[in-house]
């Protein structure tokens, strides 16, 4: 697979690129240290997968990945980040990206990009379902969300399903013909028996009920 790889630490972007390289079924076309460059390189090198880091001054990975995925809506994004951070994981799944990777997590790198050429999304280094991004195409079928979250009610799945699709408390009350108090008491519960913190968590954990 052909591969590049965009790093705003120049020596993470070439050691990653010689790790990477030393792969027999990966080969690095190009590196670059900014988001500018990524959209560059990509439109250059027309690589199979985009390695960005997705903290970068200027022009972040996450936005060079609008640019990249608005002219080629097929592109292989995958991001690295040196934290887990629940706020870009559900941008990045929202954007399109194909996956999310801890950057000092370095073995699960090259698998995780053999996973992306299979069509399938990795996050953390885990595999997900195929395409499970809220800009792109949805697996066939839908999501069995009894299986997935046992212990919510039925209109508190919906909630949560509403959540990973990116609605505000507003459009969920809409949608599902429900007060915005009500919405807000369903939250409230899904936090409660799953043990999390804010909305966000809620999608991650949608994303990850997938795989």
């Given at each position: 697979m052909r591969v590049i790889v965009v790093d705003d630490d120049a020596v993470v972007a070439s050691s990653?690129?010689?790790v990477l390289g030393a792969q027999g079924d990966i080969d690095v076309v190009g590196t670059g240290t900014s988001g500018e460059?990524?959209?560059a390189l990509y439109e250059r090198c027309s690589p199979d997968v985009a390695l960005l880091d997705?903290?970068?001054?200027?022009?972040?990975?996450?936005?060079?990945?609008?640019?990249?995925?608005?002219?080629h809506p097929d592109a292989r994004i995958v991001f690295l980040t040196t934290f887990s951070d629940d706020e870009y994981i559900v941008r990045a799944l929202r954007q399109g990206a194909r996956g999310y990777l801890i950057k000092?997590?370095?073995?699960?790198i090259a698998p995780a990009l053999r996973?992306?050429?299979?069509?399938?999304?990795v996050l953390e280094g885990d595999v997900l379902e195929r395409a499970v991004s809220l800009g792109g195409a949805r697996p066939s079928g839908a999501p069995d969300l009894e299986a997935m979250f046992p212990q919510l009610t039925d209109r508190e799945r919906e909630v949560v399903k509403l959540?990973?699709?990116?609605l505000d408390n507003r459009a969920i009350a809409q949608v599902a013909c429900m007060g915005e108090g009500t919405v807000r008491n369903h939250i409230s519960a899904i936090l409660s028996k799953l043990g999390l913190t804010?909305?966000?968590q809620i999608a991650v954990a949608y994303y990850r009920a997938l795989r």
């Amino acid at each position: 697979m052909r591969v590049i790889v965009v790093d705003d630490d120049a020596v993470v972007a070439s050691s990653l690129a010689i790790v990477l390289g030393a792969q027999g079924d990966i080969d690095v076309v190009g590196t670059g240290t900014s988001g500018e460059e990524a959209v560059a390189l990509y439109e250059r090198c027309s690589p199979d997968v985009a390695l960005l880091d997705i903290q970068m001054p200027v022009v972040s990975g996450l936005d060079a990945a609008d640019r990249i995925l608005a002219a080629h809506p097929d592109a292989r994004i995958v991001f690295l980040t040196t934290f887990s951070d629940d706020e870009y994981i559900v941008r990045a799944l929202r954007q399109g990206a194909r996956g999310y990777l801890i950057k000092q997590d370095v073995a699960t790198i090259a698998p995780a990009l053999r996973s992306v050429m299979r069509g399938q999304s990795v996050l953390e280094g885990d595999v997900l379902e195929r395409a499970v991004s809220l800009g792109g195409a949805r697996p066939s079928g839908a999501p069995d969300l009894e299986a997935m979250f046992p212990q919510l009610t039925d209109r508190e799945r919906e909630v949560v399903k509403l959540l990973a699709d990116g609605l505000d408390n507003r459009a969920i009350a809409q949608v599902a013909c429900m007060g915005e108090g009500t919405v807000r008491n369903h939250i409230s519960a899904i936090l409660s028996k799953l043990g999390l913190t804010n909305r966000t968590q809620i999608a991650v954990a949608y994303y990850r009920a997938l795989r």
